[in-house]
């Protein structure tokens, strides 16, 4: 059974970091890839960034890049989305989820509606 499980988020002010864990099970994290997700009020969910199964990480986000970056611990099956000089803009519902595929790549567009498995979500609030 496919279960995604996201931890970290929380409540900073702007410019503090934050690290997000997404732990996977019924898969393994060097099989498949993984595409951080998030949802702001009132707005589509975005696509961040993917990690790919060899640990390669495509920013779907311009905001993002050169602020967050990604890592895996295949030992732990655990994906991390580290995210720095955190903004305003940044405040949203953060998802890990899945597809169970390979796609992870620079020219790849992930589409919410193509993935199976999520997590629960967990909440990054970033305000003063």
């Known amino acids: 059974q496919v279960q995604l499980v996201e931890s970290g988020g929380g409540l900073v002010q702007p410019g503090e970091s934050l690290r997000l864990s997404c732990a996977a099970s019924?898969?393994?994290?060097?099989?498949?890839?993984i595409t951080w997700f998030r949802q702001a009020p009132g707005k589509e969910r975005e696509g961040v960034v993917c990690i790919s199964y060899s640990g390669s990480s495509s920013y779907f986000l311009d905001s993002v890049k050169g602020r967050f970056t990604t890592a895996k611990d295949n030992a732990k099956n655990t994906v991390y989305l580290q995210m720095n000089i955190l903004k305003p803009d940044d405040t949203a519902v953060y998802y890990c989820?899945?597809?169970?595929?390979?796609?992870?790549?620079?020219?790849?567009?992930?589409?919410?509606?193509?993935?199976?498995?999520w997590g629960q979500g967990t909440q990054v609030t970033v305000s003063s």
């Open positions: 019924g898969f393994t994290t060097d099989h498949y890839d």
């Open positions: 989820a899945t597809a169970l595929r390979r796609r992870c790549a620079d020219d790849y567009v992930p589409r919410f509606y193509e993935y199976g498995y």
